[in-house]
Each structure stands twice: as C-alpha cells, then as structure tokens.
C-alpha cells in the first residue's frame, strides 16, 4: 500500500472519525444508527440496524447496546467477527468497518452506560420476550401498564438484567464517497501491532 503518511488520506481519516463522533452524540446524524453485519448460529449472513452509542478514535473502538437475549449476542461469542455501515445521503458517504465485537467485561463501566441512557431508551429492555421471537399480533413486547411514557427508576429494575454493551475493534475502515463527477474510494487498515496502512483505491 502507499505511504500512510499521504496528508489527504490523513486528513480524510480523520474526519471519518469527526463523522462517527458526530454520529453517536446526535441522534439526528445519519451516522446515528448503523448496519451491524454478523454471522448467524446457521452460517447464513444476518444484519440489522443498531444505535451507534460510542466512538473511541484512540482505541479504534465503537460501542453499541444490546439485548442479553438478542440472538447477536450468541453469534457474536461463537463468530466474533463482524462488520458495520454507515451511510450520509447528504454528502453520499458510506463507511464500512471491518473488526470483532464483544461484549463488554467491566461491570462499572456498563453500570455507568446503563445509567447515562435515557430512561425512556432503557424501556426497550423491559419487553417480556427475547428478540425475534414470534408474537400472537403486532407489540411492543413492553408490559402494558407501562403506557407510553417515561418508567420510573424503580419500574426499571427488572431491565437491568437484559442490558449488555458491545464493543467494536476496527481493523479496516473502507470510505467511498458518491459523486456525479465520479466516485473517490479509501482505504485504512490497522495490522495486530496497531501499525496502520492506508491507500487510494480504484472505486
């Protein structure tokens, strides 16, 4: 690959990063909700949006919140490899990310995530069943004296148990940006010392 140290593709990397910042401090950024791409327990490709929850350009990290009862969370422990998408209409940039995900291990540290959510996002994980199982008609899944409005701390207790964080390690970012003028493309991709290589690439 050529030169990492090309100015341009520094630069450019570096807003990618600005990009996912943004994305997961504002949920109107586009980049706020992505594509997380796995490996199903039946070797079948499966994908589904997620909320983009944390970016750590330092550690090359992005954290995402789950359901213990998600059946990511089994496809992840037995296939951590994964990949992620996002997509700007506006400016028609499209990120993918390569890497592993897992679940967080450090007990505070997801104790502090679960407490800086909102406590109407936490609702989600009161619903009485696991993820993708089948329901008699359309639900919520939520316990229906739960309404529409924001629980209590206590009403929440029991939610606590399904909350699970997931930590992405990037080892490749690939950038391509649309145009009518033509398509730009680029390339970053980190070895296991953390060294990194970046290029231009053919779109």
């Known amino acids: 690959m050529p030169d990492s140290a090309d100015p341009a593709l520094a630069a450019l990397l570096d807003g990618c990063w600005r990009a996912l910042e943004a994305g997961a401090e504002g949920a109107d950024h586009s980049f706020h909700v992505m594509v997380l791409a796995t490996s199903g327990l039946n070797g079948r490709a499966r ?21 213990a009862r998600s059946p990511k969370i089994a496809e992840l422990e037995r296939d951590p490899r994964a990949a992620l998408l996002f997509y700007n209409p506006a400016e028609g940039v499209q ?34 069943a696991p993820p993708g199982e089948r329901a008699e ?17 206590e009403a929440l207790l029991p939610a606590r148990e399904n909350f699970r964080v997931l930590r992405f390690q990037l080892f490749k970012l690939d950038w391509l940006k649309l145009s009518r003028d033509g398509q730009r493309r680029a390339l970053w991709s980190w070895d296991e010392e953390g060294r990194l290589e970046s290029a231009w690439l053919m779109p």
């Open 137 to 153: 008609a359309p639900t919520s899944g939520l316990p229906q004296e739960m309404g529409d409005g924001e629980p209590s701390e």
């Open 47 to 67: 994908a589904r949006s997620v909320i983009l929850r944390g970016v750590s350009q330092e550690e090359r990290q992005v954290v995402f919140y789950s359901d």
């Open 95 to 128: 990120l993918r990310l390569e890497g592993f995900a897992g679940l967080l291990l450090d007990e505070e540290e997801e104790e502090r995530a679960w407490r800086s959510a909102s406590r109407y996002s936490r609702r989600v994980y009161l619903q009485s």
